[in-house]
């Protein structure tokens, strides 16, 4: 049933979005989203504790707001938050005491700080990762190996590979993964009380307060000591013969730590229980191994790590023919695009071969994901390792998705499996 306040569409399938139980709960979920594409595509959302939204759901609506990065802004509301923390940001940004990080920016800033990074991320940089990724794939599978034939898939496995892999490009120590692992699950698990390290808008800021404090010594020992890695290059980086402020240096290894992270450990599990719920194509797979591109590519798309960005209006508009008034909000739905069906043929269908398979997990235009080729690789080394040694796979329990509207997939994966 769709109402209609003033000139605005709303409805009420779309309060799912603002919702982060109901990420836990895939039916509910994608028969919501389905509804909203067919029905609703600019549907306006308010409920308590959030600022009002606009949730765009349909592929095409979503490509075209991130191709007007000028009339569609980034900032002041990147993501969806309660409001309480939506203000503690600004107030914090605006102090010169908050995380602002590339998703927090718009250009010209934005773009020059893209820059600092990109040369980690292109294929030169890659080649040289690729030996490290195979080496930690194989490591984990061998681990998987030795703890059989049960284990918890998310937590014991998919969660450490990629952080292991931040951590070199980064340069830091292995020592440091335990700590990075508690702090980049607290941040992003914010919203599922398994992770959180409180409830409140406070607890929020001191997990971020000790990823600042972690990162200031290493920028300290960086600019000293100057070594061949990603942390030398952001804490020397320099911006029109300037260095970058404390705040830009901190929140750049901020979006690398944890961007980095749990976006590929939700691709990783998901991905694995996609193959488990999909037997024909797992043998599919295994049977022509050259698959392994597109196979990575439906992973990503079935599994969309990130849930939402946001963009702010910066004048008058309108999408899909609805009028958007200078200030208000969009709501990205990355979730929903990947199973539009105007664009993906039979989009609920896991296809290992899926070609074309333009998704949108990474997002569109000038803030596409700057790590997509990492997580490619990443995903690809650990799947090419495992697939072809595994024997047999299934599901020892129930698994249980994140309560979370941002980032996140599975917290657990119960499996048992035997390996060859
Ligand atoms: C499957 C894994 C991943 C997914 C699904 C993913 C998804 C995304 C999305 C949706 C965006 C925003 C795009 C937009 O606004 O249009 C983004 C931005 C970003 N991602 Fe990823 N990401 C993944 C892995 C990584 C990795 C491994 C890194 C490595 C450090 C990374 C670093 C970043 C950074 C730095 C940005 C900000 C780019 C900007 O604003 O210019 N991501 N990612």
């Known amino acids: ?49 959030y600022r009002p939204f606009w949730a765009i759901t349909k592929y095409a609506d979503i490509m075209e707001i991130e191709r007007q990065n000028e009339l569609f802004t980034n ?25 602002r990080t590339l998703i927090h920016m718009d250009d010209p800033h934005h773009r020059d700080m893209r820059k600092i990074g990109v040369d980690w991320f292109r294929p030169k940089a890659m080649r040289a990762l690729k030996a490290r990724c195979d080496e930690l794939a194989k490591i984990y599978v061998d681990k998987m190996a030795d703890k059989g034939p049960e284990l918890d898939f998310a937590t014991e496995i998919a969660v450490n590979y990629p952080l292991y892999i931040i951590l070199t490009m980064l340069g830091l120590p292995d020592s440091d993964f335990p700590r990075m692992l508690k702090l980049t699950q607290e941040m992003f698990g914010g919203n599922d009380a398994e992770f959180q390290r409180g409830g409140g808008v406070d607890d929020m800021l001191a997990v971020l307060l000790d990823f600042f404090n972690y990162f200031m010594e290493l920028t300290r020992s960086r600019r000293e000591h100057p070594t061949e890695d990603l942390a030398s290059a952001i804490a020397n980086a320099k911006i029109n013969g300037e260095p970058l402020s404390d705040m830009d240096t901190l929140s750049y290894y901020v979006i690398v730590a944890s961007a980095g992270h749990d976006t590929t450990s939700a691709a990783i599990a998901g991905g694995l229980l996609a193959l488990l719920q999909n037997p024909d194509e797992l043998a599919r797979l295994q049977g022509d191994m050259s698959l392994m591109p597109t196979a990575v590519e439906e992973m990503i798309r079935w599994v969309v790590p990130v849930k939402e960005f946001m963009r702010t209006a910066r004048a008058d508009t309108e999408v899909r023919g609805v009028p958007i008034a200078e200030g208000e909000a969009v709501l990205l739905s990355y979730v929903s695009a990947n199973r ?49 040694r595994l024997s047999s796979v299934e599901l020892a329990g129930d698994p249980e998705f994140m309560a979370t509207t941002f980032v996140g997939g599975l917290k657990h994966l119960p ?3 035997s390996l060859k």
């Open 1 to 49: 049933m769709t109402a209609q306040t003033d000139h605005r569409i709303s409805d009420p399938a779309a309060r799912v979005l603002a919702d982060p139980q109901a990420y836990t709960d895939e039916k509910l979920l994608h028969d919501s989203l389905a509804h909203l594409r067919r029905n609703a595509p600019v549907s306006w959302v308010d409920v308590p504790e």
């Open 340 to 388: 539009d069906e105007e664009v993906f043929a039979d989009p609920f269908r896991f296809d290992v071969g899926r070609d074309p398979n333009k998704h949108l997990s990474f997002g569109y235009g000038v803030h596409f994901c700057l790590g997509a080729a990492l997580a490619r690789m990443e995903i690809s080394s650990f799947f090419s390792e495992l697939v072809p």
């Open 75 to 99: 900032d002041p509301r990147p993501l969806l938050a309660i409001a309480a923390a939506d203000d503690a940001l600004r107030r914090d940004i605006e102090a010169g005491t908050g995380l």
């Open 415 to 417: 499996i048992r499996y």
